[in-house]
């Protein structure tokens, strides 16, 4: 069936089986069968150390080509340049959301601790033990002295801000130069992407085998978390989506019942396919047909937003985080926050066209490194992304027409011809 072609589902599957064998030989088998579980577990663990060798070439390789590209368009005219204004500014709004939202979200029903307690043991990661850092420390640690050096040590923020300027850095070289490298750049990341299809490729049998290890010491415990966790990241997409509503209504004056109408057939279709780009197409009809915004505001910021603005990114994938550390029983500083907002914030950016399984862990792994949180979750956490996804889609393509419709009402009139 086509249903079972899809990596997700068959992810999902691997998942559900083991679990529940690994529940199994728990509860009805000895000690013998146990040590076979663990035995086969230790090839998810393989499984998993060869997802994360990509991490951090992968994230330094399409932050710079990422940054230069979005140089590149806040460049090519005035509309593109205040596009990328709005981008910026609505993805820290994004982060602000995210953190209250969650954190209230989790404040009103807690994960559960002895779901919680499974999910840990199963997962056995265990939070290495880190001094937060002052103030002082933390504003000296954002430039890395020794790059290599951070990126051995997974220190992924200062990374980042290494990255960012060399990104930015590469557009001011004369433009063969510049170019030539940015490309060295690109290709690199487009080679860890191939590894990193081979590794998802076994994504079914490594997640299958790692979840034997998880039902083997938490049994059925870790099904309720992992609900609790589909639950949690679905309604903070749904939720950034309701405030790209009210942007658009408030700030784009865009009454309610056109845009209910002009969003839903485009919403409908990111429900289907979970592809910002699939829908772009219908955003651009949509927008200029039923929202009357003109065909060269249109034709400019929606293909720019659907290649470097992704809405629901620094919403879920600080979402996923935040529910890592509640898992962990963590508090992260504000400081270790400020960073992880940073961190979401430039891999919104680079991680934009990624295929979904690989924007995942390229996304959230660093904030979660950022944080001082294990990432061994993330495999198990992936297996279930399907129905957030969904969420963060249709939250991507309401905010690329919320943001449309703003630059549309506040963009100048062409002047008339003379004589008209």
């Known amino acids: 069936m086509r249903i079972f072609k899809s990596l997700s589902v068959r992810v999902l599957i691997g998942l559900v089986l083991g679990l529940a064998i690994g529940a199994a030989g728990a509860a009805y088998g000895g000690a013998g069968v146990a040590r076979v579980i663990e035995s086969v577990e230790a ?3 393989l499984w998993l150390n060869a997802l994360r060798m990509t991490v951090i070439p992968l994230i330094f390789a ?4 990422g940054i230069a590209q979005v140089s590149d368009a806040a460049a090519t005219g005035k509309l593109a340049a205040r596009a990328v204004g709005w981008f910026a500014g609505l993805l820290l709004l994004a982060c602000a959301f995210s953190l209250v939202f969650v954190h209230g979200v989790l404040a009103l029903w807690p994960v559960s601790a002895e779901g919680a307690a499974a999910l840990r043991a199963g997962a056995q990661a265990v939070p290495a033990e880190a001094a937060t850092p002052d103030f002082v420390a933390w504003v000296k640690s954002l430039a890395p002295s020794n790059p290599v050096k951070a990126a051995a040590e997974d220190a992924v923020l200062p990374l ?7 990104g ?24 860890m992407i191939i590894i990193v299809r081979w590794v998802l490729w076994a994504g079914p049998v490594g997640v299958f085998c790692l979840a034997l290890g998880v039902g083997l010491r938490a049994g059925v415990g870790a ?7 589909i639950a949690v990241a679905s309604l903070a997409g749904a939720g950034i989506s309701v405030v790209a509503y009210i942007l658009a209504v408030t700030i784009g004056r865009v009454p309610l019942g056109r845009w209910a109408r002009a969003t839903g057939p485009v919403l409908a279709t990111a429900f289907a396919t979970q592809s910002s780009l699939a829908c772009l197409p219908a955003m651009i009809e949509r927008t200029r ?15 720019l937003a659907v290649a470097v603005f992704r809405f629901t990114s620094p919403v879920v994938n600080l979402a996923v985080a935040i529910f890592v550390a509640h898992v962990y029983g963590i508090q992260p500083s504000a400081l270790q926050y400020a960073g992880a907002v940073l961190v979401a914030l430039a891999v919104s950016v680079g991680s934009v066209g990624l295929p979904g399984q690989v924007s995942f862990i390229i996304s959230v792994a660093p904030i979660c490194l950022a944080l001082g949180l294990p990432i061994e979750l993330l495999p198990i956490l992936l297996a279930v992304e399907v ?5 963060r889609t249709v939250g991507n393509v309401t905010g690329d027409m919320a ?16 004589g008209a």
């Open 43 to 45: 090839f998810g663990g």
């Open 62 to 65: 399409v932050l710079v080509t």
């Open 160 to 166: 980042v801000v290494f990255a960012i300027f060399t």
């Open 168 to 191: 930015f850095a590469l557009t001011r070289l004369p433009a063969e130069r510049g170019r030539t490298v940015i490309e060295v750049f690109q290709t690199l990341g487009e080679a």
């Open 223 to 229: 099904a309720g978390v992992l609900g609790h966790y």
């Open 289 to 303: 047909d039923d929202l009357g915004v003109p065909q060269r505001i249109a034709g400019l910021v929606l293909p």
């Open 387 to 391: 129905v957030p996804d969904i969420f």
């Open 403 to 418: 943001v449309t419709a703003i630059l549309a009402r506040n963009e100048e009139k062409p002047p008339e011809p003379e």
